[in-house]
Structures are given as structure tokens and as C-alpha cells.
């Protein structure tokens, strides 16, 4: 099993481009999830979807947008790169939060 | 809303001695809560789960944590701490409604030899 896979793993962005960061799992997980960690700050929920068709906002979701149209993928969309969104992106999946979720490798992204 | 606060950015401790990494939450609602540790550029595993029942809960790598609802705190704890343990270790907490993980801000572990 691959797990969680994100791509890509690293990617350097112009302000104002967008840009689509691509997560799949492949564990019939029902439950995804997208973080962005900063320094000191730790891990903060931009957007979560516990199902194919059904997404929500977390604490940070200004700048990003999601769709879930299968229960494996869930990309994250920039729709115009700010610097403010210079972080560390990491996807995560579970079968149910009380489960514990499974994280990806996560995509380090620089907007200049 | 759900929220935890991680009180220590960083502890160091020497190898073989105790350590505990503190944790307290805020919530009008029962909650669950989590402990997941991140080693250098990797993504977070789970460490530990409290869900309900007993209010110590073991996971892995022999870390340990107690839940306490009076004092809304779930602190992690390891009696003998090696080399290995030095990572990020985050408190995260949620509720059965919104379903969604809230993580703190982490903490810090740093293992001398």
C-alpha cells in the first residue's frame, strides 16, 4: 500500500499563479484532510471533506479551495499565490477521526 | 469551538530521564484526544488515543498520557526517554460533531546524550 501520497514535493510559485497540490490515498479512507504547518504555529486544518462529494472549511481556508469527486483524491487549490502562503502542506486521511489519521510526506511550498 | 494549548515550545532533557510534555484543552463539549509526534521531515504518526474508559492511556515507543477532566489536561509522559524520541510532539483534540482534528502548536523534544 502506497498510503498517502502528495505531489509534488516541492514547488516554487510566482505571486498571483495558482497551482493544484494533488493528495490520493488508497485506503478507502472516508475522512481527508489538508494542514498547512508554519513555525510555531503547528498544524492548522485549511479544509476537511468526510466523504466524496462533501467538503467544509477548517481554520485557515482564506485562498484555498477543494473538491472531493472520489473518495481517493482531494486536491488543494491555490487560486492565486500570496507569500503569506509560503508553508508546508501536508494531507492526511482516516477512516474516522477517532481512528487516527494517516499523514503524507507533505509538499514544501515557497511563493515569491 | 474545540482548542488545545501546548504550553512548552521546547524541552530538553537528557538521555534516560523522565519528561512530560503538557497539554490542555478547551471545549463546552466532550472531546477526544490525541498525541502525534513528527520526526525530522517526515509527516506525524499516532502515538496515543483517548476516547473514553480508563483515563491513562499507553501507546507507542512506551509513551504514556492521563487525561484529566478537571483540569482539562492531557499531559504525555515517558519514564526513560532515548536519543530516537527527540521530534516535534503535537496535542490535537476533537469532538464527536464538527469531526475534525484541531492540533496544538507543538512541542519541541530534544534528547541529549
Known amino acids: 500500500n502506497a498510503g498517502v501520497t502528495q505531489t509534488p514535493k516541492f514547488q516554487v510559485l510566482k505571486t498571483g499563479q495558482s497551482m493544484t497540490l494533488q493528495c490520493a490515498q488508497d485506503m478507502n479512507h472516508e475522512y481527508m484532510s489538508w494542514y498547512r504547518q508554519d513555525p510555531g504555529m503547528g498544524l492548522r486544518l485549511i479544509h476537511y471533506?468526510?466523504?466524496?462529494?462533501?467538503?467544509d472549511q477548517g481554520e485557515v481556508p482564506n485562498g484555498y479551495n477543494v473538491s472531493r469527486s472520489t473518495t481517493e483524491d482531494f486536491p488543494l487549490r491555490l487560486l492565486s499565490a500570496a507569500p503569506s502562503q509560503t508553508s508546508v502542506y501536508f494531507c492526511a486521511s482516516s477512516l474516522g477521526t477517532l481512528r487516527g489519521y494517516t499523514f503524507g510526506s507533505g509538499t514544501r511550498l515557497t511563493v515569491v | 469551538a474545540q482548542s488545545v494549548t501546548q504550553l512548552d515550545s521546547q524541552v530538553p532533557v537528557f538521555e534516560e530521564a523522565p519528561v512530560e510534555l503538557r497539554c490542555n484543552y478547551s471545549s463546552s463539549v466532550s472531546v477526544y484526544l490525541f498525541w502525534y509526534v513528527q520526526y525530522p521531515n517526515q509527516g506525524l504518526q499516532l502515538l496515543l488515543k483517548?476516547?473514553?474508559?480508563?483515563?491513562l492511556v499507553k501507546g507507542i515507543n512506551g509513551f504514556e498520557a492521563e487525561f484529566n477532566k478537571s483540569q482539562t489536561s492531557f499531559h504525555l509522559r515517558k519514564p526513560s526517554v532515548h536519543i530516537s524520541d527527540t521530534a516535534e510532539y503535537f496535542c490535537?483534540?476533537?469532538?464527536?460533531?464538527?469531526?475534525?482534528?484541531?492540533f496544538g502548536t507543538g512541542t519541541r523534544l530534544q534528547v541529549f546524550p
Open positions: 483517548y476516547l473514553s474508559g480508563s483515563t
Open positions: 471533506s468526510v466523504g466524496a462529494g462533501i467538503t
Open positions: 490535537a483534540v476533537s469532538a464527536r460533531y464538527p469531526d475534525k482534528l484541531i
